[in-house]
């Protein structure tokens, strides 16, 4: 059983940033996909960006459209760390931000516990 525990969630005007980190309680090492989803009030919980490791020497991003180019995903493999740069904040992207993790030696999915992001003036 893997734990995932976010942080740096909270409350930020139009136009800030935060960073959110989901820390797993086993290495890195053999990560498959580790990244965000999120889910607003009334809405469907939606993939915001996540990154992807599918064989020795290949890895990937992807964002959700409305994100590109504001926010950024990034791994700290010795630190068992995922993290989500955002910027430019917009109060459509407030909702309750959840981590997501699966392994390449483990069929099960992952999920951390969710920290909200409220973005408003």
């Known amino acids: 059983q893997v734990q995932l525990v976010e942080s740096g969630g909270g409350l930020v005007q139009p136009g800030g940033s935060l960073t959110l980190s989901c820390t797993a309680s086993?290495?890195?090492?053999?990560?498959?996909?580790m990244g965000w989803y999120r889910q607003a009030p009334g809405k469907e919980r939606e993939l915001v960006a996540y990154?992807?490791?599918?064989?020795?020497?290949?890895?990937?991003?992807t964002y959700l459209p409305s994100v590109k180019g504001r926010f950024t995903i990034s791994r700290d493999v010795a630190k068992n760390t995922a993290i989500l740069h955002m910027n430019n904040l917009k109060p459509e992207d407030t909702a309750v931000y959840y981590c997501?993790?699966?392994?390449?030696?483990?069929?099960?999915?992952?999920w951390g516990q969710g920290t909200q992001v409220t973005v408003s003036p």
């Open positions: 997501s993790a699966l392994f390449a030696d483990d069929p099960r999915d992952y």
């Open positions: 086993r290495s890195l090492v053999h990560i498959n996909t």
């Open positions: 990154f992807t490791i599918p064989g020795i020497n290949e890895y990937r991003e």
